[in-house]
């Protein structure tokens, strides 16, 4: 990259990025608002050491957290320097297993280590568990959580005990994290949690490495730096001891991954880490209206713990903020499908996928998929089943898992019971403890199944398996591991079980044909690519890395909205004991957490948000009355500038509104709204909202016959409502029933 392009790239930056950028030495803080181009400026920065510096690429890190986020920081420094193949540009756990990879032979693991999802984790704890007698439904979740939070602290199940000695169970905890540990060092497996802190055990017990990589990496550069916990700080701290060249960026105020051991502490105390840390604020939002930000500075400064900081931005005042009560669940869900629906009927250039509807509790989707539905809106729901976790994809997974790792007792137990070939689990439970007694995997032990009771039979099965596993495993010798999937499949008569042809059949053909896709576009995009590294990048994948790619709603929890931004933004469930959820109340850090994830709701609109909430919701088993929640009584004067402690709402036919007039002084029932002229295609004045279908909405009744471009033909089994609120039941082949809106929905008689 030549001097005179970071030249014209620099002048893209104002007065608050550019210092960051020029400031190269030592350790550096960049505290980055919501939507304040923290991206460019790391990606700046990286250009310019590059061209002013004359840094090679190989000696820079950058982490993220997210691999989409790394993907379009790789893509953007691809199209800005060119040729970047030297440059460490990932997540912190790719950075670990690409480590791990080369150097985990030093404590005691072979390189061709397999990595357990959430998945994989809960079968073999459970497994564990009741190895050791316990009761897995009282058990299992407190475990599980206790093994996270002890291998972020960095400890090993002795130091956990020993520094939580009057923690309650904490015996069972000990033996099953115990018991746990040797499962997977034995079938030379990692989980998640353990590609960090195996990496942190490498460093400690092998200096050398750690020197290595310090050397290597002359320039660190942290993106997301409030996510990080104990042993990711721990980690990069090691990698910086060398050269000192440091460089961080994050935000306080979304910092909202407490629960999974986020240490908002890291952010905070940086210069007390790091004495003489330069320290800069980007304050300067480039994504939202006016009226957006001022509620999201309005929220967030009711925080005690952060560093002070207010967005502010150039862009219009944008419409108001728009409240939203529902009767109850259902009203409030069809009220934003009516939203929708209104605003994509007046803004043609409009698309399903500028619309967002965020959550605190996944369980509150339900009422929207519902609506949505009904209305005929698409959508998608992010948080939920993952493609990868689908029974036949893991089935098939298994054999190349195996294939790649034969000590993975997970996988051999799995692939082998997959298709049924005669081999029971009291078979199956034998041979695993035997294989335990001799602290070996079932691979090994199976050359030695004389020694047991097994019947023949059993054995030869078993010795069967294993030949076929090796010849899978010389089969990939001479072939790529795209061809050894068909192989598999093949070998094994995989597909016969799907033979019956039924619905559900058919969806694991299909999931599976896309199994072999996402397998030959892997290939392609990764020239060399082994089956490992096709594997690692299933295992460390998010769900979220395929947000926006669909014209589709997007149905998240808050969780999984940091990073994105949307034209429109739906924040639901704005009630007490939902947002703040009803577990924080009495703790304050928990509450400025959950105050922090309001913020970041908030600071995910662009041009339009509404929030919205319901005086009654469906609840753990019952129906709950809800109050609204503390943050927005926080914030009254600015959501209703004309705001009464005592007056009642305005009351339209969907709900109620606190508000009553719009930003032109108009009277409206908040539904559709009006708005000023910013962002045209979403915040269009021009017309009022219009229904998207045309149709006789009269002549539905029981028995007729419709076509819908999503559930294909049914017939109407009831009619509810009238005029332009008619409902109809439709019971769909292969589908079920489902209630659409006769107006909305994109359906035809027949």
């Not at 032979?105 to 072979?110: K, N, Q, T």
């Not at 994290?177 to 949690?193: G, H, I, K, M």
């Not at 199956?428 to 007694?437: H, I, Y």
């Not at 908040?670 to 708005?675: A, F, L, W």
Request: with cysteine; aromatic share 10%; proline share 3%.
């Amino acid at each position: 990259m030549s001097v005179e392009n970071i030249d014209l790239l620099l002048k893209k930056l104002n007065d608050e990025q550019i210092k960051p950028v020029l400031d190269t030495e030592g350790a550096v803080l960049v505290i980055a608002g919501a939507g304040s181009g923290k991206t460019r400026v790391l990606t700046t920065r990286i250009c310019y050491l590059i061209a002013e510096k004359k840094v090679s690429p190989s000696n820079i890190l950058a982490i993220t957290f997210t691999n989409k986020a790394a993907g379009e920081m790789k893509e953007r420094l691809v199209r800005l320097v060119g040729n970047v193949s030297g440059m460490w540009v990932s997540t912190i756990h790719s950075m670990c297993v690409k480590i791990l990879r080369s150097f985990i032979d030093r404590i005691g693991y072979s390189k061709d280590f397999n990595i357990y999802d959430e998945t994989d984790k809960d079968k073999v704890l459970k497994r564990v568990i009741k190895e050791l007698d316990f009761d897995v439904d009282k058990v299992l979740k407190t475990c599980k959580n206790y093994i996270s939070i002890a291998k972020n602290e960095c400890m090993t199940p002795e130091e956990f005990a020993s520094e939580n000695s009057d923690l309650y169970q904490i015996d069972v905890i000990y033996k099953v994290y115990s018991a746990y540990q040797s499962t997977l060092e034995r079938s030379n497996c990692l989980d998640f949690d353990d590609l960090l802190f195996k990496t942190y055990e490498l460093f400690v017990k092998n200096p050398d490495v750690a020197d290595y990589f310090a050397e290597k990496f002359k320039y660190i550069h942290i993106d997301e730096f409030q996510d990080t916990n104990k042993v990711q700080f721990a980690i990069c701290q090691r990698l910086s001891v060398k050269h000192g060249n440091i460089f961080v960026v994050g935000d306080d105020d979304q910092s909202i991954y407490g629960w999974r051991g986020a240490k908002i502490e890291n952010i905070l105390s940086f210069d007390d880490v790091y004495r003489g840390a330069k320290i800069y604020k980007l304050q300067r939002n480039y994504r939202s209206t006016k009226k957006i930000l001022q509620l999201a500075n309005g929220v967030i400064c009711k925080n005690t713990k952060r560093r002070p900081k207010e967005l502010w931005t150039d862009n219009p005042d944008g419409c108001r903020v728009e409240t939203f009560i529902g009767t109850d669940e259902n009203n409030e869900a069809a009220y934003v499908a009516m939203q929708i629906k209104s605003l994509m009927a007046r803004s043609p250039e409009s698309s399903y996928k500028d619309f967002a509807v965020f959550m605190r509790l996944n369980a509150l989707s339900r009422a929207f998929e519902q609506e949505f539905t009904k209305y005929g809106i698409p959508y998608t729901i992010f948080g939920g089943f993952r493609f990868f976790e689908r029974k036949e994809i893991k089935d098939v997974l298994s054999y190349l898992k195996l294939v790649a790792n034969p000590s993975d007792d997970e996988s051999f137990l799995r692939s082998v019971a997959c298709p049924k070939r005669g081999i029971g689990d009291k078979t199956l439970q034998e041979t695993l403890e035997f294989a335990v007694s001799r602290g070996e995997s079932i691979f090994s032990a199976i050359d030695f199944l004389d020694l047991t009771t097994l019947s023949q039979a059993s054995k030869t099965k078993l010795i069967n398996f294993k030949n076929m596993i090796i010849s899978f495993k010389e089969y990939l010798l001479a072939h790529s591991y795209v061809e050894l999937i068909d192989y598999v499949l093949e070998t094994t008569a995989f597909m016969k079980q799907f033979e019956e042809k039924t619905e559900e059949d058919l969806s694991r053909i299909y999931n599976i044909s896309e199994l072999k896709n996402s397998a030959e576009q892997f290939y392609k995009d990764n020239y060399g690519a082994t089956l490992h590294d096709y594997l690692n990048s299933i295992t460390l994948s998010s769900d979220t890395d395929s947000i926006n790619e669909d014209n589709v709603v997007t149905i998240a929890t808050i969780h999984s909205a940091k990073g994105l931004e949307y034209p429109t933004v739906f924040l639901a469930g704005c009630d007490e004991g939902v947002l703040p959820i009803a577990r924080s109340v009495g703790d304050d850090d928990e509450l400025e957490e959950e105050r922090r994830l309001l913020y970041v709701a908030i600071t995910r609109a662009k041009y339009r948000l509404y929030l919205t909430r319901a005086t009654s919701r469906y609840m753990y088993g019952r129906r709950e009355y809800m109050t609204q929640s503390r943050f927005l009584k926080d914030v009254q004067h600015i959501l209703n500038p004309n705001y009464q402690p005592n007056a009642k709402p305005s009351q339209t036919p969907y709900g109620r509104s606190n508000f009553i007039e719009d930003d032109q002084g108009l009277s409206h029932n908040n539904v559709g709204g009006y708005s000023s002229s910013y962002a045209k295609s979403f915040l269009n004045n021009s017309s009022k909202p219009k229904p998207v279908y045309s149709k006789t909405v009269g002549n539905y009744k029981s028995g007729t016959k419709v076509k819908h471009v999503k559930f294909g033909e049914g017939t109407v089994i009831l009619v509810k409502g009238e005029g332009d609120n008619i409902i109809v039941d439709v019971a769909f082949k292969g589908v079920g029933i489902k209630s659409l809106s006769v107006k909305y929905a994109p359906m035809e008689i027949i």
